[in-house]
């Protein structure tokens, strides 16, 4: 039977007991203790153990006091009331907490629970832990995809829901990759496997999300440092309350222990220890169903405040995927010029280098190509048929001493520079495209009032202002290294809230560094999921006003509870200091606040 279930018909029999102990004006203590028991054993219990473990002060402490002294004074009925009602808040936020938690624990539904593998000519189903890189799996329509592979028979459609939010289903073919945590949904699909279950996409993400509650923001920080002072200060002044009036009229001692006893009950503070926590869980929850991972509260908060969003432009504001556009050679024909740029950029991840293998696809002929190093923020060096090959920016040309020089006859583009042995040889342009979202994007963030928006790129100036102006955007740096990124940044920081959002795939050093890293299009990549703090599970851009969005909305209903809980308890101290509440008031007040809360905390798991 489901824990709810029962703690509801203890509720219901309890209460059942208690009317039919007042309807008969029964005044027996023995009698009144069975509803009593029943509803609150365990809150006894709890603070019996907080006690022995010196973590007395908690809402179990403060209402087995207060019933207790109210069954001490006489007020059975109003004692076993003030349980049933105590169990039937909990009741109701525990149900609000796991209908929240839901929202995340979907995610949870990633995890593949077999894979199949031909062995000796028969299918079986093993743990998708004991799956090898390399092995070669079958998924058939309605499984979910165990491991991260690549097609290499078949064709079908997946859902990526749970991964990105998307609800339009992909199509996918031989030679697509195809990441854990999908479901096939159509054809049969042989799939070799290219990492380890430990390190497939489903894994990150389920692990990303376990630890996500690790990470509590400055209001949960806050709350709990307030509850435990809090706490403390409501029994010495409810103790206060009943020894100072009494030491003036001993006579009204009875009068004063009934205040102080509903006293304790208004204090107890689990419409705050409860709603805050469970604010930031819904609007993390909410998040994770639109494909948008947030590794903890306090990155939700930070996301919320910031005033400054830097956006890295290559695969972030444009597509990121680029076409050769012309060749300019200076010393030979055009097809040799690609063909070298080709062959040194063979093994680079670059989308310039893919774009560079795309335009001459024979890149792998005849030619020996050795030596082949990278050089971040520059370009690559290779030694091709026994002469030295470089390829890149402005300046890597610079720093070979190569006389290199601007394109005369494209003015928008990014310049891809070739010297051979140090001698310059022409240059290769290359063009990416904007996304369609990108603007709309940057005018919704304006919307949102935030302050400053600005594009970070390595690429040229001239191809840099282009794009800034196509976004409406007046602010840009251009021609940086990664390290010059993370500098600008750092300047940032000083003055600014930033959140910095890019690709995942070059950015790690910016992301980490940025009071909030936003990864786009970060599916499957190492490097976006370990490094950001926000992880957007598509390239869709749009996802970033809609982040901020989530994040704002769940700080205010954050405000709203702590305003609206203090206010109240305050209002209802002071009434049950001066005997203008009882302990029914006082009861009702705190359960009915507590709900309200939770109610509106629940909220963040939604948004337009």
């Not at 004063?256 to 993390?284: K, Q």
Request: hydrophobic content about 45%; aromatic content about 6%; proline content about 3%.
């Amino acid at each position: 039977m489901n824990e709810h279930v029962k703690v509801l018909l203890r509720i219901i029999f309890a209460g059942l007991i208690l009317a039919c102990l007042n309807f008969f004006h029964v005044d027996n203590a023995l009698l009144f203790l069975v509803p009593y028991l029943i509803a609150g054993y365990d809150v006894l219990f709890e603070a019996v153990e907080g006690i022995m473990k010196r973590e007395i002060f908690d809402e179990c402490f403060l209402m087995a006091i207060a019933t207790i002294g109210a069954l001490f004074l006489g007020e059975y009925s109003e004692a076993s009331a003030v349980m049933i009602l105590y169990q039937l808040g909990e009741l109701f936020q525990d149900y609000a907490s796991d209908k929240s938690r839901d929202s995340i624990t979907e995610l949870m539904n990633l995890r593949p629970d077999y894979a199949n593998v031909e062995i000796d000519g028969i299918l079986e189903r093993i743990s998708p832990e004991d799956v090898k890189t390399g092995t070669i799996i079958t998924i058939k329509p309605g499984e979910k995809v165990p491991v991260d592979g690549v097609i290499i028979e078949g064709s079908s459609s997946i859902d990526t829901r749970a991964l990105t939010g998307e609800s339009l289903p992909r199509d996918v073919k031989v030679d697509d990759e195809i990441l854990s945590g999908c479901i096939n949904l159509s054809g049969v699909l042989k799939v070799k496997t290219t990492c380890e279950f430990s390190q497939s996409t489903a894994s990150k993400i389920l692990e990303l999300v376990e630890n996500a509650s690790s990470r509590k923001s400055h209001s949960e920080k806050f709350i709990t440092r307030f509850a435990k002072i809090y706490t403390p200060v409501v029994c010495v002044l409810a103790l206060a309350l009943v020894i100072i009036p009494s030491l003036i009229n001993p006579a009204n001692f009875h009068t004063w222990l009934y205040r102080a006893l509903t006293f304790l009950v208004i204090s107890c503070p689990c419409a705050l220890v409860i709603s805050i926590p469970l604010t930031f869980f819904a609007g993390i929850g909410g998040a994770g169903r639109s494909g948008i991972l947030v590794k903890g509260s306090n990155f939700l908060e930070m996301l919320a405040k910031s005033s400054c969003f830097v956006f890295d432009k290559t695969g972030t504001l444009t597509q990121g995927v680029f076409e050769v556009v012309a060749v300019h050679p200076d010393i030979m024909k055009e097809t040799e010029l690609l063909h070298l740029a080709a062959h040194v950029e063979r093994y680079s991840t670059h989308p310039a280098a893919e774009a560079l293998r795309r335009a001459y696809p024979n890149e792998a002929d005849d030619c020996e190509v050795e030596e082949v190093e990278e050089i971040a923020g520059y370009g690559v060096r290779a030694k091709v048929n026994g002469k030295i090959i470089h390829v890149g920016s402005s300046k890597l040309m610079e720093k070979i001493n190569a006389k290199w020089h601007p394109c005369s006859r494209i003015k928008s583009g990014t310049i891809i520079h070739v010297a051979i042995n140090g001698n310059y040889a022409g240059h290769v342009v290359i063009s990416d495209v904007i996304k369609p979202n990108a603007k709309k994007a940057i005018d919704e963030l304006r919307a949102l009032d935030v302050k400053k928006i600005i594009m970070l790129t390595g690429d040229m100036n001239t191809t840099a202002e282009e794009v800034a102006r196509n976004l409406g955007l007046e602010e840009f740096y251009a021609e940086l290294l990664p390290s010059e990124k993370v500098a600008k940044v750092e300047e940032l920081i000083a003055s600014e809230k930033v959140s910095f959002v890019g690709d995942g795939i070059n950015d790690a050093p910016v992301l980490a560094r940025a009071d909030v890293g936003l990864a786009m299009g970060a599916l499957g990549s190492d490097a976006a999921i370990e490094a950001a703090d926000v992880v957007l599970m598509d390239d869709d851009v749009l996802k970033v006003p809609k982040a901020v969005k989530i994040s704002r909305k769940t700080m205010k209903i954050v405000r709203e509870n702590i305003y609206f809980s203090v206010g109240v308890k305050i209002l209802c101290l002071i009434l049950g200091a001066l005997g203008i509440a009882n302990m029914w008031l006082a009861i009702f007040a705190d359960v009915g606040v507590m709900i309200l809360a939770v109610i509106n905390a629940i909220r963040a798991m939604f948004i337009k």
